[in-house]
């Protein structure tokens, strides 16, 4: 049915060509695909746009028989289903929207094999009559799309993935490989975990989007802030806030001043939601005013700014939704307006979570983003360090980079707090390290018989703030880690030892505990 000269053996290079039509392999795909296609277990962490689907649908093809690919979100499925049947993939997706005969068949089409890729979500794969179905199948390979949902330590954890841990004791000579853009280390521990995945590759790729400049900016007056910004920008953007109700009144609010924008959350009909997306993508508008519904499977290239109206609950949920900004290369640029007012609100939505194990791992997610939004010190660097992408080197294209905080030598306020955690064998929080540092009068305290450790009330002279902010420059500058599988426990990293010392310098930004409008903009 081919012709002859098409008939050439599937490597991961020809499908690549073939069938994509690329050259060459990004950095990191090749290796993935290639061990995949010899059977190995992988972990690929990639950023959002960064080519995770060619890592599990060239070993698809590459490898005889069906690849199984887990996906939680129905309608990226199907996007996915018709953008390979439109390259001559057989592929197709398994799911409750289908009619019952509709399912048959596609059961039928896995067990002749007249499959390459077949999605399901995680539910059905672990349904009973579709673990028979498997049984009997030829199966190349099982990839499970974010693979965070399967942790607890993930923003997204959803109860359907925690089952996946099976797949591999129930196949264990097939091949599984999980990709997720999330990968704070913990997570990303966890995954491999859960997945029980056998001597697997990881391979993390570079979170650096180096065409994204961040900004904060404290929020004093909000709409008016967003009108200035917005008026000073060319080109798409996106106004995340954190709920339909404010979504529909900023949204009202910019119409009526003339600006060509759309609402968009879950809360409206899916005509409308797709026209939204229609629009925006055709740039007939030029603001969507979204809650966080807006963004999964979005292709837009060229938006070129986001705005956070309200602080995002994780460091993951910002990443991705400022990673919809610049996709094309250029210059763009993620604002955040930043309120502690907001801070405390999100801190108590959290707490009303039904879950408290729950509501725990939540507040030191959100504990890491409110750390960057206060930060003193490069935001990509603390985004990057969050990712566990460590780098030295600030980035040039950031507002602390552009418009940088007073510096001072900070190595005896940074040997104060070091040697209090330490005194504190490193199973104190921040806060208790702050109340021991201020020899704050506490019976907790003084029945630990901490008043008498020779870092009480060293740190008197400063505030609570003070201190949190120091702590969090330390945090950032890679000298104490917060463990968040242990309380929020405060741990010295290997770094910290040469600063214990005296051995290195270290600075440290006087803390701006006062949030000031961005003096640049402002001006204008
Ligand atoms: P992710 O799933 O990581 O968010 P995708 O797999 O959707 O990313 O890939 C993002 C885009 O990059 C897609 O349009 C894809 O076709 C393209 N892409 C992926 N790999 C390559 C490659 N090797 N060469 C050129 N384009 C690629
Ligand atoms: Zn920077």
């Not at 746009?49 to 490898?63: D, F, M, N």
């Amino acid at each position: 049915e081919l012709a002859p000269e098409t008939q050439r053996v599937k490597t991961p290079e020809t499908v690549l060509k073939d069938v994509f039509g690329y050259d060459a392999f990004r950095d990191g795909q090749g290796e993935v695909i290639h061990q995949v296609c010899e059977g190995k277990d992988a972990l690929v962490l990639l950023p959002t746009g960064g080519g995770k689907s060619l890592c599990y649908q060239i070993p698809a093809l590459v490898r005889q028989g069906t690849a199984i690919v887990v996906s939680p979100l129905i309608s990226l499925m199907q996007d996915q289903v018709e953008q390979l049947k439109a390259l001559g993939v057989k592929a197709a997706y398994l799911n409750s929207t289908l009619e019952a005969d509709e399912q048959a068949r596609i059961n039928d089409a896995l067990q002749a094999g007249k499959l390459d890729l077949l999605y399901v979500s995680p539910e059905r794969l672990m349904q009973y009559y579709f673990q028979q179905s498997l049984a009997h199948a030829d199966i190349a390979l099982f990839a499970i799309d974010e693979a965070h949902c399967v942790s607890h330590w993930g923003h997204d954890f959803r109860q359907d993935y925690r089952a996946l841990g099976q797949i591999k004791s129930r196949f264990p000579s097939i091949p599984v490989i999980g990709l997720t853009a999330t990968a704070d280390s913990a997570t990303q521990a966890d995954i491999l975990t859960q997945l029980n995945l056998n001597d697997p590759l990881v391979y993390k790729g570079s979170f650096d989007r180096p065409n994204i400049r961040y900004r904060v900016m404290s929020k004093y007056k909000a709409f008016d802030q967003v009108v200035a910004y917005v008026k000073q920008q060319e080109g798409s953007g996106i106004i995340y806030c954190n709920s339909r109700a404010k979504v529909d009144d900023l949204h009202a609010k910019l119409f009526r001043q003339g600006f060509r924008c759309a609402a968009y959350h879950a809360g409206m009909d899916n005509d409308e939601r797709e026209l939204v997306q229609r629009q925006f993508l055709n740039d007939k508008i030029d603001i969507v005013v979204a809650t966080v519904a807006f963004g999964m499977g979005i292709n837009k290239s060229n938006v070129r700014y986001v705005v956070h109206h309200d602080v995002p609950r994780s460091v993951e949920s910002y990443y991705q939704e400022t990673g919809r900004a610049g996709r094309d290369g250029l210059e763009s640029e993620a604002l955040l307006l930043f309120d502690e007012k907001d801070a405390a609100r999100v801190k108590q939505w959290i707490e009303q979570g039904e879950i408290a194990e729950r509501n725990q791992i939540e507040l030191q997610k959100f504990a890491a983003m409110e750390a960057f939004s206060e930060a003193q010190t490069c935001r990509r660097q603390v985004l990057l360090n969050y990712f566990s992408q460590f780098s030295d080197s600030a980035c040039g294209n950031c507002d602390i980079c552009l418009d940088p905080p007073k510096m001072i030598d900070g190595l005896v306020i940074a040997q104060k707090v070091l040697s209090c955690v330490l005194r504190l064998s490193q199973q104190a929080s921040s806060q208790y390290v702050i109340d021991v540092l201020r020899g704050k009068q506490l019976r907790r305290l003084q029945e630990a018989g901490h008043h008498q450790l020779s870092t009480y009330g060293i740190g008197k002279d400063k505030s609570d703030s003070y201190w949190h902010n120091i702590i969090n420059q330390l945090v950032h500058k890679g000298l104490i880690r917060v463990d968040i599988t242990a309380h929020a426990a405060l741990r010295l990293t290997e770094a910290a030892r040469p600063v214990l010392k005296g051995e290195v310098a270290v600075q440290l930004a006087v803390p701006r505990l006062e949030f000031k409008p961005d003096k640049k903009k402002a001006k204008q």
